[in-house]
C-alpha cells in the first residue's frame, strides 16, 4: 500500500484474525491469555467481557506495532516496538509489553507473526507527507479501518468522523469568540487558554487548533517563532479518546505535527489520554 486507506483495509483482516485467537484462547480460564484478561479488567476497563477484551488486545498490538514501524523501528519484534514507544507513546509501550507477555503470546496462532511480516515489508516514508490538514491522509485512517475489520462497532462506537471544512469554521469561531467575548486577544495563542477535546477521535480538532494557532504566530511574528509557539501550544492542548485505534493515530499525528515544526513535547509527550470521558 501506497497510502493510510489501502494499509487500512490490510491490515482490518489480520487485526481480526488475532482477535479470533484471543477469542479462542480466553475459552480456557486458566490459560495464560485468561490471567492477562482479569488483569486488564482490573487495572483499566471493568466491564469489558471476554469479547471486549479480545477486541481491545487485537487493536492495541495492531496499532502498537505500527505506530512503532512509523517512527522508525526497522526489523520490527513485539520487544523492540515497545521500546521504541517509550520515548513518545509511553501508555502505548506499556500495553504492548502486558499484552506480548511470552505466556499469552505462546496461546496465539501465526496472525501476530504474519502482522510483522506485513509491517516490516512497508516503507512509511513513501506515504503521502500532508501540508495542511486537509489533505492529512490520516485523517480518516481508523474510520477506514473499522469498516473493514468490524462495521457493527463502527456504528455503536459512532465512529463517522466531522470533514476537515466545518472543524476549521468551527476553531475559527471558537478563535474569534476568544478574542472578542474572553478578552484573549490572541486567542488559542493566549497561555492561560486551556484546549480539551473529550472525544478526540484521530485527534483533528487539536490538530485544527494548532494549525490555526501557528499560522497567527507566522503572520504577526514570522517563521521563527512558530518553533517555541508549538512547544508552548502543545503543553494546553489535550485530548482524551476511548477507543484504542483512534487514540494511537491522534497520538501519533500530534506528535509529528508539533515536531515538522521545530516544537517539542511536553516530558510525557502529547496530550492525549487513553480515557473514557
Known sequence: PSRPRELAGLLAPLCRLIRADVQNAIADDQSGLSLLA????????????????ADAY????????????????????????????DVNHGLLAGALRALAHPDARRELGAGI????????????????RPQTAQEDPWLYFYEDFLAEYDPRLRADAGVYYTPVSVIKAQVRLINELLRTRFNKPRGFNAPGVTVLDPAAGTGAYPLAVLEHALEAIQQRSGTGAIAGAATELASRLHAFEFLVGPYAVAHLRLTQAVRAVGGHLPQEGALVYLSDT
Open 113 to 128: 507473526d504474519v502482522l510483522l511480516r506485513i509491517l516490516n515489508a512497508l516503507d512509511p516514508s513513501a506515504w503521502h
Open 58 to 85: 487485537a487493536q492495541t498490538l495492531t496499532y502498537g506495532l505500527l505506530l512503532a514501524h512509523i517512527e522508525g523501528q526497522g526489523n520490527l519484534t513485539l520487544d523492540n516496538a515497545a521500546n521504541a514507544l
Open 38 to 53: 482479569r488483569e486488564w479488567r482490573a487495572a483499566l476497563f471493568p466491564d469489558a467481557d471476554d469479547a471486549k477484551f
